[in-house]
């Protein structure tokens, strides 16, 4: 469990640059644009499209950041042997919702790509399925915690 712990530690301070990297690199790109006047040859309607595109994409990278945060809040509770807390119950649903809004924000970022650079591709995009997959399996794993503290209440209740 320790070395999950780390693991999962080390992954959400990684995002978390990335995200903080992500929200400062197009603020400093819009300063030398529009204050500096470095103007590099870019049309006003292809600045809007770009700046919807980066928010899609810090929006998926905020939620990602939030559910790791959320795992790694739910360890905690995991590795002091209290598995069926509420708190950890409610966490593993929240992270499951948050990895599927990913999934839905980078389906809608790739789409949105894809019609920005005029190409439309023909076939299945299978690099939303890690988010679908941990997403379900994450609200699976809450109702599966759910049923087992019904269980250990009634169990405690009958003794």
Known sequence: MNILKKLITVYYYVVGIVLLVSILLPLFWVFN????GNNTNITLPSVYKLTILILLLVS???FHFKSIRIIKM???DLSNGDYFSKSVIENFKKAGIYFLVCAVLQ???KIF???YRFEIELGVDV????????????MF???SFLKGQKL???NDLTI
């Open 60 to 62: 998926l990278l905020f």
């Open 141 to 143: 794993l809450s109702e």
């Open 113 to 115: 790509s894809s019609v």
């Open 107 to 109: 389906t809608i970022s």
């Open 74 to 76: 739910s360890l905690n």
């Open 152 to 154: 250990q209440q009634e």
């Open 127 to 138: 690099s939303v399925l890690p988010f679908i997959i941990t997403g379900l399996f994450l």
């Open 33 to 36: 644009f529009m204050v500096l």
